[in-house]
């Protein structure tokens, strides 16, 4: 998508664009237009009013024509403040990649002097500058494009450390490219968007730091007019005759105003991170889009989801992370949701809660069912009820997820009483209990721990803990063992089986270890380009494989004691999910396909209790067969 376009897409950013094109238009066709001369006096016509047959926006204390003076006086400033922000971020812009790509003693040395400039408050330091060089309106350019200087020095410097350690950069240094070339062709196409945002929002506050010179007469002289000067002029008559005060305020007002908006506009278009939607403010809930009917619920899964559909929404593309998935848990019950990375596990649990970030995310169909109420599309009271109490969530990597600030003891406690009107003592109590019950040694001191003085194992125990705060019915754990050793894997398995034992819990866990699923989960269902392609018990599957996806899944599994076997690997890649074939999405990487597995839409059947996303199955084993 061009820049333009993503501009356009801001409506203030648009409403900027547009004023300032109007503004920037009448500035420089002002020489053309027919104007009375803004430096002759005349008075007596002073302080005309508005609308007068000779003045359309009256004349000053000395009879000059407001609106030529005003014409002449805005091609000024804003030829003042363009040129202050260029020459600042040049020279800010060179000081900071120097300081940044050098480093060492160069920095230091530089951005020490940068401080010492910015230990100043930025007006004194501009009435400084004039005071020292005299007044007027280069020396007005001179001192407002020196104190912001050090803006651009500062932000500039940041970006080039991150650019200057990056494989590409040390790539040019291995290739024989001097400091000078490597910083003109590979450090500084880098760091331009950054000085041309670092331009859009600071242009406007250089315009007003000019007017506010010429304000206090430190800059454009008589008769040369700017706004800050006829802004200064009009003080005097302020009382008797305002508008030879809100003729330039006004014009301030809006250049700034649209200027900073365009600002906000070119820098959402032009950071990466803003473009692709990343830095959206999510809603507090996924949206909600469906269109067709939505499906029964089972009165004896205590949470279900049927035909659950979550795209992604991403400028012209639609993702279709999710196409179609049902699932059911029991109480008591594991069920393990595997697949490769990509193949849409997440999204399908954090659409249960309405946790995927909108935009871009929708949920375009299907329902999602706890004890047989439809949480797609529930007010936002609801599922805030149920978030972390009936229905919890154990996160992939508790070091994110903790909040790095507080101690574990008082992310606790916060889960408590989030739900619980109870004082901060009994939080705490329960607190220290829940961390016993997760076998963490020394539970009492360990209250008072920061996450980054934690294990992985100890603080993927906490996350545990968390999940258990408030007695949850269902817990959905995102693959809460990738990160660690095995044996801390397998002492975290076995406590999360201990606690649905315990408690009657429901686990829905995500994983992409068969190893796992054969340790704790009851069933499994193989997830594949955003579908359920293959779903039973756990023992049936593990055995006896029917889709051929699971059956190549399960033989990338290493297996001990195997002599010297080769590792297998699934030709190809996942299909991209908003390009998703027709037929069976599996087709392309598939041995046994055919040209029927490339047409129509191949169904979930289900057969001896096991249910499957396949026109050719593997057969049956004899003894499922025989039942």
């Not at 030709?571 to 129509?600: N, Q, S, W």
């Amino acid at each position: 998508m061009s820049f333009f376009r993503l501009l356009s897409r801001n409506r203030l950013a648009l409403a900027g664009l547009i004023v300032m094109a109007v503004v920037v238009l009448l500035a420089l066709i002002t020489p053309l237009l027919p104007l009375a001369d803004p430096d002759v006096t005349n008075t007596a016509n002073r302080f005309l009013k508005p609308f007068s047959d000779t003045a359309p926006l009256g004349t000053d204390h000395l009879g000059r024509d407001l609106l030529s003076r005003l014409m002449w006086g805005t091609r000024l400033s804003l030829a003042v403040g363009f040129t202050a922000a260029v020459v600042a971020a040049t020279i800010g812009a060179t000081i900071g990649v120097i300081a940044g790509f050098y480093g060492g003693r160069t920095d230091n040395l530089i951005m020490r002097g940068v401080d010492m400039l910015m230990a100043f408050p930025y007006i004194l330091l501009a009435l400084a500058i004039v005071a020292a060089l005299g007044p007027g309106l280069m020396n007005a350019l001179i001192a407002v494009a020196a104190v912001n200087i050090p803006f651009f020095a500062r932000n500039i410097r940041g970006v080039t450390v991150g650019i200057a350690h990056k494989e590409f950069v040390d790539a040019a240094r291995l290739s024989g490219m001097t400091n000078a070339r490597i910083i003109v062709t590979e450090v500084v196409p880098n760091v331009i968007p950054v000085i041309v945002i670092a331009m859009s929002t600071t242009v406007g506050w250089m315009i007003l730091e000019t007017a506010g010179l010429s304000f206090l007469g430190l800059g454009s002289q008589p008769p040369q007019a700017d706004l800050g000067s006829m802004l200064g002029e009009a003080r005097s008559a302020l009382i008797t005759n305002p508008h030879t005060s809100v003729v330039p305020g006004a014009m301030i007002l809006i250049i700034v105003m649209a200027i900073n908006l365009l600002g906000d506009g070119v820098r959402d278009a032009l950071d990466p991170r803003l473009k692709s939607g990343a830095l959206s403010r999510p809603m507090p809930t996924t949206m909600v889009d469906r269109k067709d009917p939505v499906p029964a619920a089972d009165a004896t899964a205590l949470l279900q989801l049927c035909g659950l559909q979550t795209q992604f929404h991403v400028k012209t593309r639609i993702y279709k992370a999710v196409g179609g998935v049902d699932l059911s848990v029991r109480p008591g019950e594991c069920l393990g949701l595997i697949g490769e990375s990509g193949s849409g596990k997440s999204v399908t649990a954090l659409s249960i809660m309405g946790l995927v970030a909108s935009p871009p995310g929708v949920i375009t169909g299907g329902a999602v069912y706890y004890k047989g109420d439809d949480l797609i599309g529930a007010p936002y009271e609801v599922l805030r009820g149920l978030r972390g109490h009936r229905v919890a969530y154990i996160f992939q990597d508790p070091l994110t997820t903790l909040h790095p600030l507080y101690s574990v003891g008082d992310q606790l406690i916060e889960a408590i009483r989030a739900h619980h009107p109870v004082s901060v003592a009994e939080a705490r109590a329960k607190a220290l209990d829940l961390l016993k019950s997760v076998r963490i040694p020394n539970a009492e001191s360990r209250l008072s721990n920061y996450p980054h003085e934690m294990s992985g194992g100890m603080r993927q125990r906490v996350g545990i803990a968390m999940s258990l705060a408030n007695d949850p019915e269902v817990i959905i754990a995102d693959e809460p063992t990738t990160a660690l050793d095995v044996t801390v894997q397998a002492q975290i398995l076995s406590l999360l089986d201990d606690l649905r034992r315990e408690r009657g819990l429901a686990i829905l866990f995500i994983t992409h270890d068969f190893g796992v699923v054969a340790q704790l989960c009851d069933r499994v269902a193989v997830m594949y380009a955003g579908r359920i392609v293959e779903e039973g018990d756990t023992e049936a599957i593990l055995h006896a494989p029917r889709h051929p996806y699971t059956k190549r899944l399960m033989a990338c599994v290493p297996e001990l004691g195997q002599g010297r076997r080769t590792l297998a690997a699934i030709p190809g890649l996942p299909p991209v999910v908003d390009r998703l074939p027709d037929g069976c999405a599996f087709a392309d990487r598939c041995h046994k396909a055919t040209d029927a597995c490339r047409h129509g839409t191949i169904e979930l059947t289900e057969e001896s209790g096991r249910k499957i996303r396949c026109i050719a199955p593997e057969p049956l084993p004899e003894h499922e067969a025989a039942s």
